[in-house]
């Protein structure tokens, strides 16, 4: 059983930039996928960032691509979400997911996850 827990949403102005946290309760450094997913009000959830934590390969949703970043610090059990150039349209709940142990990541898919944390939410005013 992995426990997630995200920290770091807030509201900030169209430009800036947030970083996000997602603190593990066991070891995900090497043979799990993990991934941030965002649900704006009335969307549907939407997988913007996935990465392998064995091979350090990741995916970006061409929504994020080029302005968010995904990382782990796997001393700290602790996965990233650099957000920048922020834009309204970034507005959602953020929530990291992870999958595993596994020998790779399947999709961005939130059926393909099983663990889920409580959900970080951003607001970005224009």
């Known amino acids: 059983q992995v426990q997630l827990v995200e920290s770091g949403g807030g509201s900030v102005q169209a430009g800036n930039s947030l970083r996000l946290s997602c603190v593990a309760s066991v070891y995900i450094g090497s043979t799990y996928c993990v991934a941030w997913f965002r649900q704006p009000p009335g969307k549907e959830r939407e997988g913007i960032a996935i990465?392998?934590?064995?091979?350090?390969?990741?995916y970006y949703a061409d929504s994020v691509k080029g302005r968010f970043t995904i990382s782990q610090d796997n001393a700290k059990h602790t996965l990233y979400l650099q957000m920048d150039s922020l834009k309204p349209d970034d507005a959602a709940m953020y929530y990291c997911?992870?999958?595993?142990?596994?020998?790779?990541?399947?999709?961005?898919?939130?059926?393909?996850?099983?663990?889920w944390g409580q959900g970080t939410r951003v607001t970005v005013s224009s």
């Open positions: 990465r392998y934590t064995g091979s350090g390969g990741t």
């Open positions: 997911a992870a999958e595993g142990p596994s020998a790779g990541c399947i999709s961005e898919r939130p059926s393909d996850f099983t663990y």
